[in-house]
């Protein structure tokens, strides 16, 4: 796989050398919203628990809030507390109240929290992160919770040995990103290490 002219994407990060203290504490409470089956709330709290003090650690962050995941059961509930352009969102966050909200709608919700908690780990270390960039937003949580599930890169059309998609186009179509930014943070990874990958996100800003 080419570089995808790494240097180019990642031109609105700059390194810092930031003092960052490592804290693997991080309260969470899980709130259902209507009739949420308990085997489903156990599942997410259980799935979160594996990820969260490896995806604090991985990115740093000192003093972690404590955070809030709701679950709703009913979809119209959920979509009148989200707003508008509601109808395909799944779960979101709510950076000012430290909330992952999510509908209970799908398999495997507990790593569709993880990704959303994934979220809120990188706005603790930079608050102005949230969807700036968005390739490199969704491309972290991708990264840290695997959720949506990783594709076959020889499955997706966009890639070839002479052709792959421009950061400017994952801008314009921004669901794109649940393809390709798996491998986009892999690459960065891979290149740099897990450290540097913390350094890019708490170094972005408008």
Not at 93 to 119: C, I, K, M
Request: net charge negative.
């Amino acid at each position: 796989m080419r570089y995808f002219t790494i240097v180019t994407l990642l031109m609105c990060c700059f390194f810092t050398n930031s003092a960052i203290a490592n804290n693997d504490k991080s309260n969470i409470d899980y709130i259902p919203v209507g009739d949420v089956p308990k085997s489903t709330m156990e599942e997410i709290k259980k799935t979160v628990d594996s990820h969260k003090n490896r995806i604090i650690k991985n990115f740093k962050v000192n003093n972690m809030p404590d955070v809030t995941v709701k679950v709703w059961q009913d979809r119209n509930q959920f979509e009148v507390k989200y707003g508008d352009d509601a109808e395909y969102v799944q779960g979101y966050v709510v950076q000012s109240a430290w909330e992952a909200r999510f509908f209970n709608g799908r398999p495997d919700l507990g790593l569709g929290v993880v990704h959303e908690y994934t979220h809120l780990v990188t706005l603790a270390l930079n608050p102005s992160f949230n969807n700036n960039p968005r390739w490199l937003w969704e491309a972290t949580a991708i990264y840290e919770s695997g959720r949506p599930p990783i594709p076959n890169i020889s499955s997706l059309k966009c890639f070839s040995e002479e052709s792959f998609p421009t950061i400017g186009s994952l801008e314009q179509h921004p669901f794109n990103i649940y393809k390709v930014g798996y491998f986009l943070a892999d690459f960065i990874v891979s290149k740099w290490g897990q450290e540097s990958f913390g350094v890019f996100q708490a170094s972005c800003h408008h």
